[in-house]
């Protein structure tokens, strides 16, 4: 088998790909638009990338109702911590490395809502109360002060038909409870997993 063909320099990407038009190289913001403040109270949705001390890299998913976030001011917003598996991979990593990437969705939008910052983890603040979900108060949050914002365009959704229910297979891999007695709880019998996983796994939701 023929070895790849590396890509090493960033004259030899930029070559390849040509550059950007001048929109698009220049679309970045640093502070909130009154549009990107309505597309964060529509968003029930985003993932936060992180990364350690050491480059090694994290994505997680968060979602709450639409409008969980809480914009603070024209350069800092706040994400509600809620109940979750404890592993806390990205706040570890924030700890070490604040730099953070997020990126807000809305269902059936192609476009996304992009935010790269720095972030920190604050305990408590007056803000929390607007965080309040179905009586749960986070026990912290994920503050992020804004060194960019821009909206990406909707290629990446127009390909993989994301939105589309034709395109949708939920039964093209196993379910969750089957793929967690394949891969770290083989101990555990089939038919207990697949209790913890029905329709009971919704009332944790905002339990810790």
Known sequence: MDEPTTITSHDELRA???????????????????????????SPFCLVATADADGNCDVS??????????????RTIAIPERPGNRRADGFHNILDNPHVGLIY???????????????RLVRDAPFFDEMVVKGHRPQFALVVEIDEIFSHCAKAFMRSQLWDPQSWQPDAVPSRARIAKLTTSADIALADLERHYGPSYADGLYRS
């Open 105 to 119: 969705l809305i269902p059936g939008r192609t476009d996304t809502l992009r935010i790269n910052g720095r972030a």
């Open 16 to 42: 390849l790909l040509g550059p950007p038009t001048p929109r698009v190289a220049n679309k970045a913001r640093r502070t909130l638009h009154e549009v990107d403040r309505q597309w964060l109270a529509a």
């Open 61 to 74: 998913p968060k979602g709450d109702p639409a409008g969980f976030t809480v914009v603070l001011d024209e």
